[in-house]
């Protein structure tokens, strides 16, 4: 499509909103679903990293005590 300003690329003959909206919609949910594994993958790692350092310490008491 051609447009002679930039005024005209943006406004789109009345269109402008609903299309650039859908854009921004869409920009918006690729990258959430681009970050969202990141920080999930961060959080679980930290998780496991918490869960084995529970069952050392669980361990290590359980020596300790004779077990």
């Known amino acids: 499509m051609y447009f002679d300003s930039i005024y005209e690329l943006l406004t789109m003959g009345g ?3 609903y299309v650039w909206a859908a854009y921004g919609i869409g920009l918006s949910v690729l990258v959430w679903n681009l970050f ?3 920080f999930q ?3 679980t790692a930290d998780a496991i990293r918490r869960n084995a350092r529970r069952e050392q310490l669980r361990h ?3 020596q300790r005590e004779g077990r």
């Open 15 to 17: 269109h402008g909103p």
């Open 36 to 38: 969202t594994p990141i």
């Open 41 to 43: 993958g961060r959080k």
């Open 60 to 62: 290590e008491q359980l």
